[in-house]
């Protein structure tokens, strides 16, 4: 069967499809070798996954109608149910990028995102991302995530394909993460 890969936000019938990519690639589910390839650390129940899609952002990509793909964004308010997000809130007076006064209002936590393995490498994650971009770059005009620095395909993914930019890094529960930001105006160019 030919791929046709579509791209669109997330409506509630496709909270099961979200959930088994998320139980793929949780960080938990995995072994040492298989966390090489990248993982996600943040597990969403359906009620969270519910307001995510009625409240906040879920982007998607699909191959007929399979979900192979997703980036959430949302305010900081309702990541803050986590408290890695709350920590990461009190670090915001200390860091810097470009011109911004970096606050709770004028970014939002982009994250986590998820590349089924079949479909990675093939620049699927510029079109979702850009997709993302366009929808929330009015509303926000910047965007701030965390990876966590063992997480190599997901920090190169960010820092090289899609021009985020590492500016600072902390410690939680005894992982080591880099924090990065991302200017909303600056678009991504196509690669597929």
């Known amino acids: 069967m030919r791929e046709i890969i579509t791209f669109q936000i997330a409506k509630i ?27 996600v650390t943040t597990p969403f129940t359906v009620q969270q996954l519910t307001e995510v899609i009625q409240k906040e952002e879920l982007f ?37 990028f470009l011109d911004f006064k970096i606050t709770t209002t004028n970014s939002f936590q982009y994250g986590p995102v998820c590349i089924h393995k079949d479909y990675r ?39 090289k394909k899609l021009k985020w930019t590492i500016i600072g890094d902390f410690q939680f529960n005894t992982n080591d993460y880099y924090i990065l930001a991302y200017d909303m105006k600056q678009s991504v160019s196509y690669l597929i």
């Not at 499809?17 to 589910?29: E, H, I, P």
């Not at 191959?63 to 890695?84: C, L, R, T, V």
């Open 121 to 159: 490498g093939k620049g699927l994650i510029t079109s979702l991302f850009e997709l993302m971009r366009i929808n929330l770059s009015q509303k926000y005009p910047l965007s701030l995530t965390f990876i966590n620095k063992i997480n190599i395909p997901s920090t190169k993914a960010h820092t």
């Open 60 to 96: 998607l990509a699909k191959d007929n109608n399979k979900i192979i793909g997703y980036i959430f964004a949302g305010s900081w308010e309702f990541f803050n149910q986590w408290p890695i997000f709350n920590y990461m809130n009190s670090l915001f007076p200390k860091l810097t």
């Open 13 to 39: 019938s496709d909270i099961e499809g979200v959930l088994a990519l998320q139980d793929l690639y949780l960080v938990t589910n995995l072994s040492e070798e298989e966390k090489a390839f990248g993982f």
